[in-house]
């Protein structure tokens, strides 16, 4: 009988040493606040235009509108400050060629247009032929693509591109992404190689664009 009552007192002894170390962990209350990105729209001018949608005061029509979408008469391209911009000065800049008067001359176009084939179209801004229904970039595009070729041939650049308003350059480093820039060069944000739901509004807005590389 002894025995047993000591074997029932070590018993309780180990119930109540076990009970002692379980403890019910609170469950971990979630801490992290999500990132409240800016919204965009969120930032109009003293015109009511939204600048971050790509929207600009035009003075001359009295409205807001998109520069390269619509053409603001007495609009004034801003200084560019070439100084900021990625150029390799190992490499001799080359002279533009000057158009001559005959390259100029009206038939000359009609020449070009009458070399497109079937099922094909003339597009002045690209000087080339495209697929009937394939999008020809308004003249806001060959004002920009003249800022953007300073990138072309620069360092760990891969390819350049206009999209709207910017200047898109996609680098030759693995997960380094793609840069945007203004057309002034004074303003430039980076869009990492995630994920569409991660990215910010500025690259998803940026990414949705129509692009035309830049050659």
């Given at each position: 009988?002894?025995?047993?009552l000591?074997?029932l007192f070590?018993?309780l002894?180990l119930?109540m040493?076990?009970?002692?170390h379980?403890?019910?962990?609170?469950?971990k209350?979630?801490?992290?606040?999500?990132?409240?990105?800016?919204?965009?729209?969120?930032?109009?001018d003293e015109h009511?235009?939204i600048?971050?949608?790509?929207?600009m005061w035009?003075?001359?029509k009295?409205?807001?509108?998109?520069?390269?979408?619509?053409?603001?008469?007495?609009?004034?391209?801003?200084?560019?400050?070439?100084?900021e911009?990625?150029?390799?000065?190992?490499?001799?800049?080359?002279e533009?060629?000057?158009?001559?008067?005959?390259?100029k001359?009206?038939?000359?176009?009609?020449?070009?247009?009458?070399k497109?084939?079937?099922?094909?179209?003339?597009?002045e801004t690209?000087?080339?032929c495209?697929?009937?229904?394939?999008?020809?970039?308004t003249?806001?595009?060959?004002?920009?693509?003249?800022?953007?070729?300073q990138?072309?041939?620069?360092?760990?650049v891969?390819s350049?591109?206009?999209c709207g308003?910017?200047i898109?350059v996609?680098s030759?480093?693995?997960?380094?992404?793609?840069?945007?820039?203004?057309?002034?060069?004074r303003?430039?944000?980076?869009?990492?190689?995630?994920?569409?739901?991660?990215?910010s509004?500025?690259?998803?807005?940026?990414m949705?664009?129509?692009?035309?590389?830049?050659?």
């Open positions: 009988m002894k025995k047993i000591v074997i070590f018993i002894m119930l040493i076990g009970c002692e379980m403890k019910v962990q609170p469950a209350e979630d801490t992290l606040d999500e990132a409240v990105q800016p919204l965009v729209g969120g930032d109009r009511g235009c600048p971050s949608a790509g929207y035009c003075e001359s009295q409205k807001c509108l998109r520069i390269w979408e619509e053409d603001c008469p007495g609009y004034e391209k801003p200084e560019i400050k070439t100084a911009a990625p150029v390799d000065t190992s490499v001799e800049p080359v533009k060629k000057e158009e001559t008067p005959a390259e001359t009206e038939p000359a176009k009609h020449e070009a247009i009458a497109c084939e079937p099922g094909y179209e003339w597009c690209l000087k080339k495209l697929v009937q229904g394939e999008e020809c970039p003249e806001a595009y060959v004002r920009i693509a003249e800022v953007a070729k990138f072309i041939g620069a360092k760990d891969d350049v591109y206009v308003p910017y898109k996609v030759k480093l693995v997960g380094a992404g793609v840069t945007y820039h203004s057309e002034d060069l303003r430039k944000f980076t869009c990492p190689v995630i994920a569409p739901e991660h990215m509004d500025e690259c998803k807005q940026a949705g664009m129509k692009c035309f590389e830049v050659k």
